[in-house]
């Protein structure tokens, strides 16, 4: 699915991030934690070619992310959902249409049960007319969620989604990212949250990868 | 060309949704109607300077007609001898298409209002007349006078239509400036929407790169800007030039004796002409704020 080919990453200092060869294969489940300001963010922008690797490449399908054209770019983002973890929402939008967005950016019609299902999914149907700036942060990270899902995208990218969230709403999430994960998506959780990781591994065959010291490993059972 | 002719569809069709996604961008859009109103105002009275400057100077130098008089003034044995040598001048002077001294027939006819049928012309000291006519390039005249002067002393040019000469050229120089500053009108419009759709794009920043995260395409993003500015534009030129061309209708009618300033507006099917800046004004928009877009999008992964 993505993969990675010695890539190095540099915000123009030093490198962030060194030599990291990796696989995503298609329906696996990894978390990445590190410690915070290792670069957990900046990986999983290279996923999605928000950023591009200053060394080495990252790969979708064999297909380059740097060589794709700017439309193709736009294709791509559309199989991949993203849980970002400043949630990025349209202010002036109500939550409702902010998780419409990615199929009404697409040209794609927008079914309003489908829609409600999915806010009940993540149990914000009562919020759907609420603008993004009322609701509370981990509001937002479901909301963010229902969104990153609503394309029904192959993988699924989230960065710390449990970062506001409570330990009861933290394994509700979780268990909506497992379901996702036995349909057949590739999931992959930034998070430092090691009861999370903990947790998730009882319900799926997770892996969890570690950034430390520039380079990513796959991290020992001791988790 | 078939991406622009896309866009222009979608721009006609609309896209409730596309619109929506970028909020509200009040201020700017109103200064872009405002703008593209008192531009496409001016606009209106550019083009009636320029045509009215037009026709001026079409009438004046028809009126011209090219012509001029050399007089000869020389005792009665004189006279014959100096008309032939001024003809043979005028035969060697460029820009003189043909010259023919008028009989005393001709002169008697031309006399006789004020002196009446009877006049004795052979025992008066009246002058010869030569009817020169000039080529559309003109002859030198301060030349011709003074070889006349050297040559043959009793000839006098008399060139009193030349005064207009300058005039004619001045109203083909209004004329000009009249295009030019459509021109500089439209390119100034061009330039405050650029501004006016940067400043919404920078404002817009964050708008857009959520949309480009979701997976928008630039085309898409780019839409709701141009289809905003352009229809503002549009609207805007439209109230400008109405009211430019109510402005020109309500001039005092004009008279053909009221010269430069009552001619001063359109006439006739030249009042068409003024109706094509708004679509015009949307045209320069559409490329003004299309351009802003795409080049704020390319910085954009
Ligand atoms: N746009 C940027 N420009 C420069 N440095 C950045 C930028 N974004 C992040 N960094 C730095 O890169 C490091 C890693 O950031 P990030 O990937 O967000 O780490 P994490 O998500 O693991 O906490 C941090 O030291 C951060 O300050
Ligand atoms: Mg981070």
């Known amino acids: ?223 | 060309m078939t991406p622009l002719i896309a866009a222009l569809r979608d721009l006609l069709a609309g896209d409730h949704n596309a619109d929506r996604v970028v909020p509200p961008t009040g201020f700017t859009a109103r200064l872009t109607s405002f703008t593209a109103g008192a531009m496409a105002f001016l606009a209106v009275f550019a083009l009636a300077l320029s045509l009215a400057s037009g026709r001026l100077a079409n009438r004046w130098s028809s009126a011209l007609a090219q012509r001029a008089t050399i007089r000869i003034s020389a005792p009665a044995d004189q006279m014959a001898a100096q008309t032939a040598h001024v003809l043979d001048i005028l035969k060697t002077t460029p820009g003189v298409a043909s010259a023919t001294a008028l009989t005393d027939a001709e002169q008697r006819k031309l006399l006789e209002p004020w002196f009446g049928p009877n006049l004795p012309l052979d025992t008066l000291p009246v002058p010869r007349l030569i009817d020169i006519h000039e080529t559309a390039t003109g002859f030198d005249a301060d030349g011709l006078k003074n070889r006349l002067a050297a040559e043959a002393p009793g000839a006098v040019l008399d060139d009193h239509t030349r005064w207009r000469r300058p005039l004619v050229a001045a109203a083909d120089r209004l004329r000009f400036l009249g295009l030019i500053s459509i021109l500089l009108i439209g390119g100034a419009t061009g330039a405050m929407i650029t501004l006016a759709a940067n400043a919404a794009l920078a404002a817009n920043a964050q708008v857009i790169r959520v949309l480009r995260l979701i997976g928008a395409r630039d085309a898409y993003i780019a839409r709701a800007f141009v289809r905003r500015f352009t229809l503002r534009a549009l609207a805007g030129a439209a109230v400008g030039t109405v009211l430019g061309m109510l402005a020109m209708l309500l001039l005092p009618a004009a008279d053909d004796a009221g010269g430069f300033l009552t001619g001063l507006g359109f006439q006739g099917v030249s009042w068409i002409i003024p109706l094509f800046i708004p679509p015009l004004a949307g045209v320069v928009s559409f490329a003004a704020t299309r351009a802003a877009a795409f080049h704020t999008l390319r910085r954009l992964t």
């Open chain 1, 1 to 223: 699915m993505i993969e990675f080919q010695n890539v190095a990453y540099s915000y123009g200092g030093g490198e962030l991030l060194s030599e990291i060869t990796l696989r995503l294969s298609p329906g696996s489940f990894h978390f990445l934690t590190g410690p915070s300001g290792a670069g957990k963010s900046t990986f999983l922008k290279l996923c999605y070619g928000e950023l591009h690797p200053t060394a080495g490449r990252v790969t979708l399908e064999d297909r380059d992310l740097r060589a794709m054209s700017r439309d193709d770019v736009a294709q791509m983002r559309r199989r991949i959902g993203v849980v970002h973890q400043d949630c990025q929402f349209l202010d002036h939008l109500p939550l409702v249409e902010n998780v419409a967005l990615p199929l009404t950016a697409a040209g794609q019609p927008v079914s309003p049960e489908d829609l409600f299902d999915l806010l009940s999914w993540v149990g914000l149907k009562s919020l759907a007319d609420h603008l993004p700036p009322s609701l509370s942060g981990g509001e937002r990270q479901r909301a963010a969620l229902a969104r990153a899902v609503v394309m029904s995208p192959d993988v699924i990218l989230a960065d710390e989604p449990t970062g506001n969230l409570d330990w009861e709403m933290s394994l509700r999430l979780l268990t909506l990212l497992v379901e996702l994960n036995k349909m057949g998506k590739t999931i992959l959780i930034a998070t430092h949250d090691l009861n999370l990781i903990r947790s998730a591994k009882s319900q799926v065959p997770a892996r969890v990868l570690r950034i430390s010291n520039r380079r990513l490993q796959l991290a020992g059972s001791d988790l």
